[in-house]
Nanobody, 121 residues
């Protein structure tokens, strides 16, 4: 099973940007659909974005469309989430995920530990 470690979270003002990274180990991510999910306090974990093998296709939640962009570097075994024009409602713990089935937005079996993103107004 692939192990995932996220980084890049932090505190940012509304309108700012952050880039999250997810470094995988144990297995090459080239064989996996990779995704990002988030969970805000008191809410269920929700889909943010995912990316198909080789990065040929991506899917992004309506709430972040045009602001968040997912990418992958299979040579570096890393997935990224570029977050622009951040809003206070984007505040959540962001989780990296591996092993979904394209084009489903349901998560796969492998999760990272999460990284906190806080957007101040």
């Amino acid at each position: 099973q692939v192990q995932l470690v996220e980084s890049g979270g932090g505190l940012v003002q509304a309108g700012g940007s952050l880039r999250l990274s997810c470094v995988a180990s144990g297995r090459a991510i080239s064989g996996y659909i990779m995704g990002w999910f988030r969970q805000a306090p008191g809410k269920e974990r929700e889909f943010v974005a995912n990316i198909a093998w080789g990065g040929v296709s991506t899917s992004v939640a309506d709430s972040v469309q045009g602001r968040f962009f997912i990418s992958r570097d299979d040579a570096a075994n890393t997935v990224y989430l570029q977050m622009n024009s951040l809003k206070p409602e984007d505040t959540a713990v962001y989780y990296c995920n591996a092993g979904s089935v394209w084009p489903s937005r349901l998560p796969g079996k492998s999760w990272g530990q999460g990284t906190q993103v806080t957007v101040s107004s």
